[in-house]
């Protein structure tokens, strides 16, 4: 059964960074796109990157990031640990947000990229991580 559980959510300041964890169980984590997304008080959720499955499609490994997160959040895998990571740095106040990873089967990341909501199924997402930046 597809699992992914976050971690590595914190409280920071401005500018300092924070690394997040997706880790995959049940399923073969190379086969699966995998986003993340973020959902902030009041807003709706957002997708944050993605990074399309790394055996099947045309874009295989490739990360897509949406604009405000361009150049300072990164998306890496460990397909070792089966781990996705969500390298942010300098980060912002307005990064606040409780962050979800998700799996999907191999498509929607290159096809949408950043604009993609996430696989409709809730079993393929996780709990979420709360991630606040504030002086």
């Known amino acids: 059964q597809l699992h992914v559980v976050e971690s590595g959510g914190g409280s920071v300041q401005p500018g300092e960074s924070l690394t997040l964890s997706c880790t995959a169980s049940?399923?073969?984590?190379?086969?699966?796109?995998i986003g993340w997304f973020r959902q902030a008080p009041g807003k709706e959720r957002e997708g944050v990157g993605c990074i399309s499955s790394r055996t099947r499609g045309s874009a295989t490994g490739r990360t897509y990031y949406t604009n405000s997160v361009k150049g300072r959040f990164t998306i890496s895998v460990d397909d070792a640990k089966g781990q996705v990571y969500l390298q942010m740095n300098d980060l912002k106040s307005e990064d606040s947000a409780v962050y979800y990873c998700?799996?999907?089967?191999?498509?929607?990341?290159?096809?949408?990229?950043?604009?993609?909501?996430?696989?409709?199924?809730?079993?393929?997402w996780g709990q979420g991580t709360q991630v606040t930046v504030s002086s």
């Open positions: 998700a799996a999907s089967d191999a498509g929607p990341c290159a096809l949408f990229g950043s604009h993609w909501h996430g696989p409709p199924n809730p079993d393929n």
């Open positions: 049940g399923f073969n984590l190379q086969s699966r796109d």
